[in-house]
């Protein structure tokens, strides 16, 4: 078969970098090595993660709020095959959307790992040990990533796990390990820590979720304190060993040689994630990845072969679903001529913990570090009728704002349903907005929005209204 367009992977990627090319008119292929399709991200990553994230808050809310609002409950437990069983439906229910938007789409699925006999020529390796061949104009590498497995946390998917195993606990642990305080161990921790599970996380660095806005982190760190979490920061991990039911995590504080052990019923290594390239036959065409496995790509996505372009996990930046997405439509659209852009600092990042988390744009240390002129506008939650309303008093909302000329450069918030109200900087940053565009904005009432107006308010003039 000749293709104008073949993509090696189907998570959100590839799939959305598929159907934006076929509705630009490329006859287009995608190649996928599992059963279904979706990638990490609708089988063991965002989608079940959430699902059960949503489940976890339901029983917390039962269990710890219910009452204050005047329902009353007996006998309130936990069924976690049947919390599986619905994130199980979850997922099924959304990759047979993905596989019903290829049909929809005239895009030939090709099950099989898919590697480079040539830039133009693909290997198909089907499970069944059975091999074909296809051609294509065009090759897009979409294949993601994996959760980081260091050799010395001795990964056995059984009590030292990942991610993806963590899915699939079916019954609730006394106990939870996690090396590394980044968003999906936080995620998942939260998930655990709702339904009873005592959860101690250690981290190398001074804080967690360091890649977000410092405020950020202590704020999510204090509410997830509230929720039984127990932080070693500045710790590391010098071993791991499971027994039986069982696994014991030696920690050692940074600059020191005092030892100590934690031992729980699992271990969840979550210390990020390596780009998937093996087996890519990438050595075929002349390309090498650099000392993290991630392939170079140029201004248009693609790399040192033309016509082999890369997305998403495989190269630098993000390892966002979202991020993924708009390069996958970047170089379909580029692909037929079109001038397609990414604005990469106004991509958000999100963390599904309750309070969620999201921040978009220049965080304060990055603006500090620039020298950069700025002022802060901020706005707690518990001063909002909202929040007040729903008992989701934990957040704030953080406006960054250019000292001189009064562009929003960076918003961070921490609170109820921020995963949702970042979308409103993001739209307004694209049109380099200032804060007291915002300011002057009506924001429906009540609603949680209205504390990303008065956070505007205060980095104009310290003028917020309810504070």
Not at 337 to 357: A, C, D, F, R, S
Not at 395 to 417: N, P, Q, S
Request: charged share 25%; proline share 3%.
């Amino acid at each position: 078969m000749k293709y104008d367009l073949a993509v090696i992977g189907s998570g959100p990627g590839g799939y959305v970098a598929a159907i934006r090319a076929a509705q630009l008119g490329l006859k287009t292929a995608i190649i996928e090595k599992e059963k279904t399709l979706g990638g990490t991200c609708l089988n063991v990553g965002c989608i079940p993660s959430k699902a059960l994230l949503d489940s976890s808050e339901h029983f917390h809310n039962a269990h710890k709020n219910f009452e204050t609002h005047g329902i009353k409950l007996s006998e309130l437990k936990v069924d976690m095959p049947q919390m599986i069983a619905r994130k199980n439906d979850v997922v099924e229910q959304n990759v047979n959307g993905v596989a019903f938007l290829m049909k929809k789409n005239k895009i030939d699925v090709i099950n099989g790992k898919g590697s480079f006999i040539s830039a133009q020529k693909l290997k198909i390796s089907k499970a069944d040990g059975t091999e074909s061949e296809i051609d294509a104009d065009k090759v897009i590498i979409a294949t993601g990533s994996a959760p980081s497995t260091p050799p010395a946390f001795n990964f056995d998917g059984k009590r030292v796990i990942t991610s993806t195993e963590a899915l699939d606990i079916t019954s609730v642990p006394e106990t939870m390990i996690i090396i590394g305080g980044g968003v999906i161990g936080l995620e998942l921790g939260s998930v655990f820590a709702r339904l009873g599970t005592k959860i101690e996380v250690v981290e190398y660095l001074d804080r967690i979720i360091a890649g977000m806005d410092k405020d950020c982190s202590k704020e999510l760190m204090r509410s997830l304190k509230k929720l039984g979490f127990k932080f070693h920061l500045k710790h590391m991990v010098t071993d791991v060993a499971a027994s039986g039911q069982s696994v014991s995590v030696t920690v050692q504080k940074r600059n020191s040689e005092d030892t100590f052990k934690i031992d729980g019923d699992y271990c969840l290594i979550s210390v990020g994630r390596v780009p998937y390239t093996d087996g890519l036959g990438l050595e075929n065409i002349g390309l090498q990845t650099d000392q993290k496995g991630r392939i170079e790509v140029d201004e248009h996505l693609q790399t040192a072969v033309p016509g082999v372009f890369a997305i998403g996990d495989v190269i630098k930046g993000a390892m966002l679903a979202h991020k993924a997405e708009e390069e996958g439509v970047f170089v379909a659209e580029y692909l037929v001529g079109q001038k397609p852009h990414i604005n990469y600092n106004l991509i958000p990042g999100v963390v599904y913990t309750w309070p969620e988390v999201a921040g978009v744009g220049q965080t304060e240390d990055q603006l500090k570090e620039a020298g950069t002129p700025y002022k802060v506008g901020k706005f707690p939650y518990k001063a909002l009728g909202r929040a007040r309303a729903s008992m989701d008093l934990d957040g704030m909302v953080k406006i960054l704002a250019h000292k001189e000329t009064d562009e929003i450069l960076g918003v961070h918030m921490v609170g109820a349903r921020v995963a949702d109200m970042i979308a409103e900087a993001v739209a307004l940053m694209e049109f380099r907005a200032s804060a007291e565009d915002v300011a002057r904005m009506s924001h429906a009432h009540p609603t949680y929005t209205e504390a990303f107006r008065e956070a505007a308010l205060a980095a104009t003039d310290n003028r917020a209204i309810h504070m």
